[in-house]
């Protein structure tokens, strides 16, 4: 296996194939029989649930913004893992924040 960088796992596409089946199914699963993306708005309060969104949001941001900086600060570009500021919490931070 070469190492080289950004190269993709040989089974990517079947992967994301493969997941994409599992959200489709599990959406019209919900959607028509179970109703459980539903249950939480009658029963948490509107304040509750917008808080939770707001924490969802600027955690989004942070790690958003924290793979960024120690990315462009980066000047040195070897293969190795970095794991100083975000990616010390989690591999890839940008996935997660968005």
Known sequence: MNNRI????????I??????SIFIIVW???SFLLHWSVFFFGQINLLIRSLLALCCIVTGI?????????LIKR???????INFGVFSIVRHPTYLGV
Do not use: A, T, W
Not at 15 to 20: A, D, M, R, T, Y
Not at 62 to 70: A, C, I, L, P, Q
């Open 6 to 13: 950004g190269e993709e796992h040989p089974l990517c596409d």
């Open 62 to 70: 942070y790690f958003e913004k924290g793979s960024k900086e120690v």
């Open 75 to 81: 000047s040195d570009f070897e293969s190795r893992v």
């Open 28 to 30: 019209i699963l919900d």
């Open 15 to 20: 992967g994301q194939i493969f997941f994409l």
